[in-house]
Antibody, heavy 123, light 106 residues
Framework: EVQLVESGGGLVKPGGSLRLSCAASGFIFGNFGMNWVRQAPGKGLEWVSSISSVSSYIYYEDSLEGRFTISRDNAKNSLYLQMDSLRAEDTAIYYC????????????????WGQGTLVTVSS | SYELTQPPSVSVSPGQTARITCSGDTLTKQYVHWYHRRPGQAPLLLMYKDTERPSGIPGRFSGSTSGTTVTLTISGVQAEDEGDYFCQSTDNNAQVFGGGTKLTVL
């Protein structure tokens, strides 16, 4: 059974840092791209960042302005998100999500999501 | 930045058909994927590449496209279909989500 379990969320002051982790199991982690998606209170889903299976390709949402860094450790089946210079508007539930590929190998969305970890940025 | 537009809410009675649209300028060239999220649960991939259902998704869910609009159709809506529906597409290696549509089953 595929499982994605996020951790590392919490309360942090503006300007502070947090490192989120996502522990994956039930699939060959190193074969799949992974992603972070967030949802602020009362808002919709917002894509944050994606990383390819062996970290060759990394993409971020433009508005993050270089404050976040995605990484992964395939030996540990883990995905990470280092968040620096946090702002109140970064307050959200952060989900990790696994890439889904169809039978032709084409990207076809995110087929598994974790339950999320809450990040609250407040003084 | 690129946007996908969804209606904020759709309401239908049980057994009726619900249609949720997702509009965006590049949707003639990019696929849309749909998710359903019930309160307190993780999103569930409902439809991929506009019209394809992942295994385990009931046949009453279907997708269609027309120009720059992709539509998710739920036939014979059930109470369990309540929740938020999000569309997703890709724009220059970035993933974009629609604002979400709250489906209410009356």
């Amino acid at each position: 059974e595929v499982q994605l379990v996020e951790s590392g969320g919490g309360l942090v002051k503006p300007g502070g840092s947090l490192r989120l982790s996502c522990a994956a199991s039930g699939f060959i982690f190193g074969n799949f791209g992974m992603n972070w998606v967030r949802q602020a209170p009362g808002k919709g889903l917002e894509w944050v960042s994606s990383i390819s299976s062996v970290s060759s390709y990394i993409y971020y949402e433009d508005s993050l302005e270089g404050r976040f860094t995605i990484s992964r450790d395939n030996a540990k089946n883990s995905l990470y998100l280092q968040m620096d210079s946090l702002r109140a508007e970064d307050t959200a539930i952060y989900y990790c999500a696994k890439d889904y590929y169809d039978t032709s190998g084409q990207f076809a969305g995110f087929d598994y999501w974790g339950q999320g970890t809450l990040v609250t940025v407040s003084s | 930045s690129y946007e996908l537009t969804q209606p904020p809410s759709v309401s239908v009675s049980p057994g009726q058909t619900a249609r949720i649209t997702c509009s965006g300028d590049t949707l003639t060239k990019q696929y849309v994927h749909w998710y359903h999220r019930r309160p307190g649960q993780a999103p569930l991939l409902l439809m991929y590449k506009d019209t394809e259902r992942p295994s385990g998704i009931p046949g009453r869910f279907s997708g269609s496209t027309s120009g720059t609009t992709v539509t998710l159709t739920i036939s014979g809506v059930q109470a369990e279909d309540e929740g938020d529906y999000f569309c997703q597409s890709t724009d220059n290696n970035a993933q974009v989500f629609g604002g979400g549509t709250k489906l209410t089953v009356l």
